[in-house]
């Protein structure tokens, strides 16, 4: 595919306003409650800040937590810029859904690699590990020559960063190298995942049949970790369970290819999206109920605030919150739909030309 001229700003699309929005909701209500424009560690690390302990002790949900809490406004300013400089180019060229998907394996990662390369305790919060593995990701289009950047934006971005960090002892490098090695990483093996797709797969899939995918990709691996899935895994250990979870992550994927390539396939898709997002709120919120009793309370000050409401009727609040969870989904797809309707058999045959005239990336 021929390369994309890039300016060296980009106005931001859908996945970067939806991050950014969330992490300043979050990060604001720790400043709020704690009164001003910075928040302690004590109430970081209740919130999900990462510690030297936290993967011993299997607390894996501060993995995606600490991306989204700040120590202060000037914190969480710099990381918002990154986001909204970078973010733009990124999602413009590889789209929402691996957008998010490079987004948040250089947020789990960089959280790995630093907690690896950390030998004393420590106490670490910022979307930087994740804004660093967008400008991973960028250099690694750049190298592979599908985005045409002057040398000097990666030269002024990452010397900006460098200058920054040390000028500030308290940078977690490790955060931040290893969010950008796993931003270029991530990146390059999508480039090869749709390098190998035309041979395996008909139709392009509509961005937001891959958003919602990559969603419930998210989903399920929460479950996997949960006490739920702990019987599943004491029968099939090891790697035995992830060859199990990517055979059917694989034949999920397939079977939604082959729905696309039907006649009025796309609106079948979306309204299984739609029955299946309800499903898995509804199942989610079973699992949440028995944080309700015997261990309630969690420890995690968020999710005890909410169980608080929840517990009373965990069964009332799932089901209304499923039914608004698939109407979002039919009102977010609605183009999708109307397309679908009106389909009599082009959608799949553009679809399917529309994977056959993408290479990589």
């Given at each position: 595919m ?5 300016s060296?700003f ?8 939806a991050?950014?929005t969330?992490?300043v909701?979050?990060?604001?209500f ?8 910075a928040?302690?560690?004590?109430m970081?690390?209740?919130y ?5 302990a ?7 949900w501060?993995?995606?937590a ?5 120590a202060d406004f000037v ?7 990154c986001?909204v400089?970078w973010g733009g180019?990124?999602?413009?060229r590889?789209g ?6 490079i987004?948040l394996?250089?947020m789990?990662f960089?959280a ?6 950390h030998?004393?305790?420590?106490l670490?919060?910022?979307?930087s590990?994740a804004?660093?593995g967008?400008?991973?990701a960028?250099l690694?289009?750049?190298?592979l020559?599908?985005l045409?950047f002057?040398f000097?934006f990666?030269?002024i ?7 920054f960090a ?5 940078i977690d490098w490790?955060?931040h190298?290893?969010?950008f090695?796993a931003?270029?990483?991530a990146?390059?093996?999508?480039d090869?995942i ?11 899939f509509p961005?937001?049949v891959?958003?919602n995918l990559t969603?419930?990709?998210c989903?399920?691996?929460?479950w996997?970790?949960?006490s ?8 099939i250990?090891?790697w035995g369970?992830?060859i199990v979870?990517l055979v ?6 397939k079977t939604v290819?082959?729905?696309?390539s039907?006649?009025?396939g796309l609106?079948i898709v979306?309204?299984m999206m739609?029955?299946?997002?309800a ?11 028995s944080c309700?009793?015997?261990?309630w309370?969690?420890?995690s ?11 009373p009727?965990p ?5 209304l ?7 979002l989904?039919?009102?977010l797809?609605?183009?999708?739909i109307?397309?679908g309707i009106?389909d ?11 994977r056959?005239?993408r290479h990589?990336l």
């Open positions: 021929p390369s994309t001229r890039a060296f980009e106005v931001p699309h859908a996945a970067v306003y991050l950014m969330v992490t909701l979050v990060s604001g720790c400043f709020i409650q704690a009164g001003g424009p928040a302690p560690a004590e970081l690390y209740r999900g800040g990462m510690y030297s936290a993967i011993a002790r299997h607390e894996y501060r993995l995606l600490y991306g989204f809490l700040h914190h969480l300013t710099m990381n918002m810029l986001l400089l180019h990124l999602e413009r590889v929402p859904a691996y957008f998010l998907i987004y394996c250089a789990v960089g790995i690699i630093g907690n690896g390369i030998s004393t305790p420590y670490t919060v910022g979307a590990g804004t660093s967008i400008l991973g960028l690694c289009l750049w190298i020559g599908k045409e002057g000097d990666f030269a971005n990452i010397g900006l960063n460098i200058a040390l000028g500030n002892s308290r490790g955060v190298l290893g969010g090695a931003g270029l990483i990146c390059a093996v999508l090869l749709e390098k190998t797709n035309p041979y395996v797969l008909r139709c392009k961005e937001a891959k958003v969603l419930l990709a989903v399920a691996a929460w996997a970790w949960s739920q899935a702990q019987l599943v895994a004491a029968a250990s090891g369970l992830a979870a059917a992550a694989c034949a999920v994927v290819d082959l729905a696309l039907m006649k009025k609106v979306v309204t739609a029955a299946t997002n499903a898995a709120v509804m199942l989610s919120g079973w699992a949440l109920g309700c009793t015997p261990r309370p969690t420890g000050a968020p999710l005890d605030n909410f169980l608080v409401i929840f517990c009727n069964v009332l609040i799932s089901g919150s499923a039914i608004g969870v698939a109407a989904t039919l009102c797809c609605a183009k999708e109307s397309r009106e009599v058999g082009f959608v799949g045959t553009s679809l399917r030309a529309e056959n005239r990589g």
